[in-house]
């Protein structure tokens, strides 16, 4: 919010230089983020958080400037009016529907209107404040909002029927012209202002341009209300409509200031000649908003802050900030005003007796009482160190949104779960896998010739469960495309390939001390059927991995072009690990090697054949290797041959060839069981 420091100084007269008051500001809890420069004097920038509604204007920052400095805040106000309805309820009249997203709603009338520009001052304050000038009538509303925070409306009374305003939710199809001149369909839950028979404006956001005030408007009505601030909030993002009355409503105004603005705007309209004020005031009111009382114990106060301060002292803070305490049986009881509905418990007047007192002021001391050891969260334990694997394989890590539209990267095994109240269909779900995510990030490196590309990212992805329930998992997911060394002048180096995935997939499951894992398979429409597996752990499904189909990744454009990717369930990763790290000392024995090439049915896969060598091989197979896989010449349609490394070691003696031949034999009538044949 933009506050120019002479219309401040208007209501408190300070002096510090904008640079002490800024400071002050921030410390006590509305960060100025920059001093700028208006007509000829400072204006200040200042971030005002979403409980601190009241402090969204100019009187609103001044009366923490007043607590802050101990000076006495003047008020805007005008002398109150008359409360009772008088010739204005003869003009109009007002009826609630909804009082639960209304609970106030008053309006005044103005006569003999003379629309015009408004007064040079006034101009250049909005103009100061961000807010482009209008017209006299319409910056008087835009004034009043501005310096006490309560948003107002003026409507052309002669384009209402008889007067008469209803607030009530929009019907189903109901549609309104906006005073930006774009035509909007209402929904059920958004609260609108009709006359008795359509919308006039959607309440709490923007008017509309049937009754707006022009240069022929002689009578206006002008609107003061209290809107419930999630309705307002969730009709703006609706509509994808943010105005400076929606944001202050979103953040709850004074609903005991409603009829008060009203006041100060026929004032300001009276004093600048630009209408007559009709005595009464049509003020609706079924649900009134009562203060509070909340009590503070000073030790409670002292042992929050950290202080040794007074009763006294307590009440004289609180007291400067407008809020009636008093001392009662040892505590201090504060009615609290409508126009503060953040403070609710005995904390929260703490915190405003610190504020004012000043957060620079508490002295610095050492912790009292047991400390624990810290450490990192479980999910932290879990995910650093598949983190540490994917740098070390030399991916980068990336952190992408949750939300997203529906696409052809979804994983089809999971329901997505839709968002009540999109924004827009681009966030209108949450992801049910990390794969799309990561490709988001693809295409735009690959649009901005970024053509290598090795990335992972571990976050949570969500799913609908057929009972209705909603799931969230952890998981790590990687995408690879492009050379796995950049070119240079005397060489060019291969593309990143399953094998490339399959070697990442490695270094993740030896970061979590899983040993032994099962290739099968994978049947995914995302997926390459040729060039895509299914990894395996004791028999459970842990992730998977391979190249994404080339037709999905002609949908996303992107052709001539390998892409691999991968995504894993970290719980089920991590209950498989071993957290021990056994030492085994440098073999004392030679091995044995032994190569051998067998002929294998197509449909018999690989894991297959290594799990059956690797049983028959028994206790002496230390490892076994593939190192060629050939079709072609001498070896029949639908099989392939494949070439095996074998070694063999004792840890207790020198093996014999004998032995070795004996276990390369066994190993071989194993194979055959799946129809396959030495290669001779």
């Given at each position: 919010m933009r506050v120019p420091i002479g219309w401040l100084k208007e209501y408190v007269e300070v002096q510090a230089s904008p640079e002490e008051l800024a400071h002050r500001l921030t410390m006590a809890g509305l960060e100025v983020e920059a001093i700028e420069q208006g007509d000829g004097q400072p204006v200040l920038n200042v971030k005002v958080t979403p409980n601190r509604g009241d402090c969204l204007s100019i009187v609103g920052v001044a009366r923490e400037v007043a607590a802050l400095y101990g000076l006495p805040l003047r008020h805007p106000m005008p002398a109150a009016l008359s409360t009772d309805p008088g010739e204005a309820a003869q003009l109009a009249r007002v009826e609630i529907i909804d009082p639960d997203l209304c609970p106030r709603y008053a309006a005044r009338i103005v006569l003999d209107v003379r629309v015009a520009p408004s007064p040079a001052w006034m101009q250049q304050r909005l103009l100061d404040a961000g807010m482009r000038p209008i017209n006299n009538v319409v910056d008087v509303t835009n004034y009043v909002m501005l310096e006490l925070g309560q948003p107002l409306h003026a409507f052309d009374l002669d384009l209402i029927p008889q007067g008469h305003i209803v607030v009530r939710r929009a019907r189903p199809g109901e549609r309104i012209v906006t005073l930006d001149g774009v035509e909007r369909e209402l929904q059920p839950e958004m609260l609108a202002i009709c006359d008795a028979t359509h919308p006039m404006a959607i309440a709490g956001v923007m008017g509309g341009s049937e009754t707006?005030?022009?240069?022929?408007?002689?009578?206006?009505?002008?609107?003061?209300?209290?809107?419930?601030?999630?309705?307002?909030?969730?009709?703006?993002?609706?509509?994808?409509?943010?105005?400076?009355?929606?944001?202050?409503?979103?953040?709850?105004?004074?609903?005991?200031?409603?009829?008060?603005?009203?006041?100060?705007?026929?004032?300001?309209?009276?004093?600048?000649?630009?209408?007559?004020?009709?005595?009464?005031?049509?003020?609706?009111?079924?649900?009134?908003?009562?203060?509070?009382?909340?009590?503070?114990?000073?030790?409670?106060?002292?042992?929050?802050?950290?202080?040794?301060?007074?009763?006294?002292?307590?009440?004289?803070?609180?007291?400067?900030?407008?809020?009636?305490?008093?001392?009662?049986?040892?505590?201090?009881v504060v009615r609290v005003p409508t126009f503060r509905p953040d403070l609710r418990i005995e904390e929260d007047l703490a915190e405003e007796v610190g504020r004012v007192y000043g957060y620079e002021n508490i002295p610095e001391r050492l912790p009292f009482g047991h400390t624990h050891r810290g450490g990192d969260s479980p999910n932290t334990r879990l995910i650093r160190p598949l983190q540490e694997a994917f740098v070390r394989a030399g991916l980068v890590e990336v952190h992408t949104h949750t939300l997203r539209a529906p696409g052809p990267l979804d994983d089809p095994h999971r329901v997505a779960v839709r968002v009540r109240n999109a924004a827009s269909e681009e966030l209108s779900t949450l992801r049910n896998s990390l794969i799309p995510s990561m490709m988001d990030v693809v295409l735009h490196n690959l649009a901005r010739r970024q053509t290598e590309i090795f990335l992972f990212e571990v976050g949570a992805v969500f799913a609908q469960l057929p009972d209705g329930e909603y799931e969230e998992r952890l998981k790590a997911g990687f995408v690879l495309t492009g050379s796995v060394f950049p070119p240079s002048w005397d060489a060019r180096y291969p593309a990143a390939d399953f094998f490339t995935a399959k070697g990442v997939v490695q270094v993740l499951l030896e970061a979590v001390g899983i040993e032994t894992a099962e290739y099968l398979p994978l049947s995914d429409p995302r997926f390459h059927p040729g060039r895509s597996a299914r990894v395996l752990v004791q028999g459970r499904e842990v992730g998977i991995f391979g190249e994404l189909h080339p037709e999905v990744l002609e949908q996303l454009d992107i052709t001539r072009r390998s892409v691999l990717a991968g995504e894993f369930d970290v719980e089920a990763l991590w209950s498989f690990a071993s957290a021990r790290t056994r030492y085994e000392p440098l073999p004392r024995y030679p091995a044995v090697l032994r190569d051998i090439a067998v002929v294998v049915p197509e449909e018999v896969p690989y894991q297959t054949v290594e799990n059956t060598v690797r049983e028959a091989g028994g206790a002496l197979l230390e490892s076994v290797k593939l190192f060629d896989v050939y079709r072609g010449e001498r070896i029949p349609a639908g099989s392939r041959s494949l070439a095996l490394s074998l070694t063999f070691r004792s840890p207790e003696r020198t093996l014999t060839d004998a032995e070795v031949d004996a276990v390369v034999d066994g190993i071989v009538r194993a194979l055959e069981q799946h129809g396959a044949r030495l290669r001779t």
């Open positions: 707006e005030v022009t240069d022929s408007t002689r009578r206006v009505l002008l609107e003061s209300a209290h809107f419930h601030p999630t309705s307002i909030r969730r009709t703006s993002q609706r509509l994808q409509l943010s105005t400076e009355a929606s944001y202050r409503f979103e953040r709850v105004v004074d609903p005991g200031g409603v009829v008060a603005a009203l006041d100060r705007a026929c004032a300001l309209l009276a004093q600048i000649g630009a209408g007559v004020p009709v005595p009464g005031v049509v003020d609706v009111y079924p649900r009134p908003v009562e203060e509070r009382t909340v009590t503070l114990r000073p030790e409670r106060c002292n042992l929050l802050l950290g202080l040794q301060l007074d009763a006294e002292t307590m009440v004289d803070c609180l007291r400067r900030l407008q809020l009636p305490a008093e001392r009662r049986d040892g505590k201090i």
